[in-house]
């Protein structure tokens, strides 16, 4: 049962990545998906999440415009897409399993995830 992200690296602003979290071990396409990050001597932040269908989708609003969240259920991904990238997007980025299979609570909330991936860093240079 595990979360496995990837696709983080050295960008300059205004340039993009993509994010990807492969799930295996457990029935990903029944669990809503969330996106964090965090930099040094900083809580965690919600990045983006979005419903077992992708029909539902959240993003932080400073993220918003630049960062879209999407899955694949027949490959068991997540993505976050990331254009526009700012200095300030700096940090380890981690995709997360909501507990619920639906969304029972707040989304941005770091207790509702019960499965975390190790993280990839994105690194944005002005």
């Known amino acids: 049962v595990q979360l496995q992200a990837s696709g983080g690296g050295s960008v300059q602003a205004g340039g993009s990545l993509r994010l990807s979290c492969v799930a295996s071990g457990w029935n990903f396409s029944n669990y809503p998906m969330g996106w964090f990050r965090q930099t040094p001597g900083k809580e965690r932040e919600f990045v983006a999440a979005?419903?077992?269908?992708?029909?539902?989708?959240y993003v932080v609003d400073s993220v918003k415009g630049r960062f879209t969240i999407s899955r694949d259920n027949a490959k068991n991904v997540v993505y976050l897409e990331m254009n526009s990238l700012k200095p300030e997007d700096t940090a380890v980025y981690s995709c997360?399993?909501?507990?619920?299979?639906?969304?029972?609570?707040?989304?941005?909330?770091?207790?509702?995830?019960?499965?975390w991936g190790q993280g990839t860093l994105v690194t944005v240079s002005s």
């Open positions: 979005t419903s077992w269908t992708g029909s539902l989708k």
């Open positions: 997360a399993r909501y507990r619920h299979s639906y969304f029972a609570g707040q989304v941005s909330s770091l207790d509702q995830y019960n499965l």
